[in-house]
């Protein structure tokens, strides 16, 4: 394929993916990569190809569409089966047209006027751990803040949120062995099942949420989403929607932690720096920074490389991230970066709609949090932290000294 020998991508990928990256962007513009359920992909590092990539109409994101089931034993799943089957990310247009059009001016409108309610949970879960001295953040902060906030968003009532703890490490994670497989199938089923009982509920008593917004929409004009389409824009709303957040509050907090002139300089004029610093916490460590997965539907030509119809092909958004034919010095962490188009939340048509949303909560957790701790410090080395072994990257866990709060 490339003359290169396939570059696996294991758990040791997740827990420390720069070395990775790195050979990634220093060998040619393609590569065959082999991911830990043994599919092999073509991927993309370069900034300016994953660019171009993203928004050529010849790379398919609808996976069933464009590989063919040939020589699949009897009985074996389809080679383009897996979690985002039918949700707006596994959609090529017209449909994921209509739908994203539909669902974003919802979200967008609604994003808008979320600032005051995010920062009111944030300073309560600030509130519980005053008090204490050591804390895990990813369990105090990163994780319950966007789960509530989505929650909210779509009109899941509180009570169910804690139930929907693992769903984000089930459904994202690497399928590894049939173990994982069947876990992650339960998961997604469970999921469905109770997002169904969710949706009907907001039918017969609708809410003030996104939820109950897509539901009067969908009786209105049925054409507009169908039932199967409900279902999988709530899926993706839940799961997308916290699981990418928490690992940006969690990584991020960590990267901070472990540059200390950077969060001084953020401490000093947070006012100023807090916008920047998000953007370069994603560009730098971002969670997405395992890649994005796409299927050529015709013969697509990378960097002189043929990648032949019905292939899978990984944009390695960390490795584009890290570009130094893009981002002077990119293995430096600088808050004061000035020109950083990041594709930490992809690009072109499948861009993430809840980019704002993100970078909002983002900035309310971390200037928060630093501003309530101000000699907050990681209570472990780095290097005892665990990391998912997942397509979203975070530390499982992020133990702090707390210190006296302001
Ligand atoms: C799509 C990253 C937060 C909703 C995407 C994509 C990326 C991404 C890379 C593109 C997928 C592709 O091209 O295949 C992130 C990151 C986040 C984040 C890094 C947090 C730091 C959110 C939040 C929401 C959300 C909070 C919900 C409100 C979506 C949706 C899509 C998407 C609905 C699908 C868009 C489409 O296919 O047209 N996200 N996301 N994301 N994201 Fe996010």
Redesign the pocket.
């Known amino acids: 394929m490339t003359g290169e020998a396939p570059l696996t991508l294991d758990a040791g990928f997740t827990a420390d993916p720069f070395p990775a990256l790195a050979e990634l962007l220093a060998g040619g513009p393609v590569r065959h990569v082999v991911l830990p359920d043994g599919s092999e992909h073509w991927a993309v590092s370069r900034y300016a190809d994953a660019v171009r990539v ?1 928004t050529d109409p010849r790379m398919g ?1 609808e996976a069933r569409r464009a590989l063919t089931p040939a020589g699949a034993a009897p009985g074996r799943s389809h080679p383009g089966d897996h979690m985002m089957n039918g949700t ?2 596994d ?1 090529d247009p017209p449909s ?1 047209t209509r739908l ?1 059009r539909l ?1 974003g001016r919802m ?1 967008a409108a609604r994003v808008e006027r979320m600032g005051p309610r995010i920062q009111e949970i944030t300073d309560e879960l600030l509130d519980a751990l005053e008090g204490q001295q050591h804390a895990d953040l990813v369990e105090a902060l990163a994780f319950p803040l ?1 789960i509530r906030v ?1 929650g909210e ?1 779509l009109g899941v009532p509180h009570r169910d949120l804690p139930g929907l703890r693992r769903i984000g490490g089930d459904l994202l994670g690497f399928v590894t062995d049939q173990r994982s497989a069947r876990d992650a199938r339960a998961t997604l089923s469970r999921t469905r099942e109770y997002l169904a009982l969710l949706i009907a509920a907001k039918r017969s008593r609708p809410g003030h949420d996104l939820l109950s917004e897509l539901v009067a929409a969908q009786a209105a004009d049925g054409r507009r989403i169908s039932d199967d389409e409900l279902l999988a824009m709530a899926l ?2 839940l799961v ?3 699981e ?2 928490v ?2 509050i969690g990584t991020g907090v960590l990267t901070l932690l472990t540059h200390p002139r950077q969060l001084a300089a953020l401490r000093r004029d947070p006012a100023a720096l807090l916008p920047g610093t998000i953007d370069e916490l ?1 560009r730098f460590d ?3 920074s395992p890649g ?2 796409r299927y050529t539907l015709d013969d697509v030509e990378v960097g002189g490389v043929t990648i032949p119809r019905g292939s899978r092909v990984l944009i390695v ?1 960390g490795a584009a991230n890290r570009d130094p034919r893009r981002f002077p010095h990119p293995d430096l962490f600088d808050i004061g970066r000035q020109d950083n188009p990041h594709v ?3 690009h072109g ?7 704002r ?2 970078r909002l ?2 900035r309310v957790a971390i200037g928060s949090l630093l501003k309530r701790f101000p000699d907050l410090r990681l209570a472990v080395e780095p290097d005892e932290l665990t990391w998912r072994f997942a397509s979203v990257r975070g530390p499982d866990t992020l133990p702090v000294e707390l210190g006296a709060p302001r």
């Open positions: 993203l994101s707006l990310m959609r994921h994203r669902v979200l966007p989505i968003l993706l709303l997308g929607g916290h990418t957040t690992q940006l994603l971002g969670p997405t994005l997965f958004l930490a939340f992809g048509a499948h861009f993430c709609l809840g980019a949303l993100a909560e983002g």
